[in-house]
């Protein structure tokens, strides 16, 4: 079945560090992918998404680029800040918005 | 901010009982989902709906059921609840536009 694999963390880093959260993906058809963030307390909440190979989503200074060659999404961004701390998760679907796949989640801690 | 209300925000409960979980959406979108969160584990699907009376099992349905009985409710009811189902409960609703919109959670406490 489909499945979404991505590094768990905690990930902590210092404030304008750069930031690389891997993920990567195993799918029948072709997928959509995503990003979601979920802030301490609250629901998860898109953060961007790629509907086909090579598309770049982008949001917030966080990009991810759908690699279909490597089965990858990983999500990337130049400077983080201490805002940014979160669990990200990174997900796809196959059919149509019908039924999404998770991957675990990654924590991340951003430091003054 | 989609219009998704999870009820209640925390239960906690003792093994044996039943509990219903609901979820309401004032957006009119047509899937409604049920996921249990738990460390290590991300997000899990529980079941799913793609209309009233429309549901389907997804990954961990053992032990739960839900109805949708209409377009704007989705309750999920643990027939008697035991140590594993503690965790928190998400409900997420999505159209085709392939965006799903999460609930703010249950925090469900089973002792």
């Known amino acids: 079945g489909d499945s979404v694999t991505q590094m768990e963390g905690p990930v902590t880093l210092s404030e304008e560090a750069f930031l690389t959260i891997n993920c990567t993906y195993t799918?029948?058809?072709?997928?959509?992918l995503f990003w979601y963030v979920q802030y301490p307390g609250e629901g998860l909440q898109l953060l961007l998404k790629?509907?086909?190979?090579?598309d770049k989503g982008s949001n917030k200074g966080f990009e991810a680029t759908y690699r279909k060659e490597t089965t990858s999404f990983h999500l990337e961004k130049g400077s983080v800040q201490v805002s940014d701390s979160a669990v990200y998760f990174c997900?796809?679907?196959?059919?149509?918005?019908?039924?999404?796949?998770f991957g675990p989640g990654t924590r991340l801690s951003v430091l003054p | 901010d989609a219009g998704i209300t999870q009820s209640p925000r925390h239960k906690v409960t003792e093994t044996g009982t039943p509990v219903t979980l609901r979820c309401h959406q004032t957006?009119?979108?047509?899937?409604m989902y049920w996921y249990r969160q738990d460390p290590g584990h991300g997000l899990r699907l529980i079941h799913y709906?793609?209309?009233?009376?429309?549901?389907d099992k997804g990954e961990v349905s053992d032990g739960y059921s839900v109805s949708r009985s209409k377009t704007e409710d989705f309750l999920l009811t643990l027939e008697s609840a035991t140590s594993s189902q503690t965790s928190v409960y998400f409900c997420?609703?999505?159209?085709?536009?392939?965006?799903?919109?999460f609930g703010s959670g249950t925090q469900l406490s089973v002792l």
């Open positions: 997420a609703i999505s159209e085709s536009s392939e965006k799903l919109f």
């Open positions: 799918a029948t058809g072709y997928p959509s």
């Open positions: 790629a509907t086909k190979a090579d």
């Open positions: 997900a796809l679907t196959t059919n149509y918005g019908q039924n999404f796949v």
């Open positions: 957006e009119n979108h047509r899937y």
């Open positions: 709906s793609y209309g009233v009376k429309d549901t």
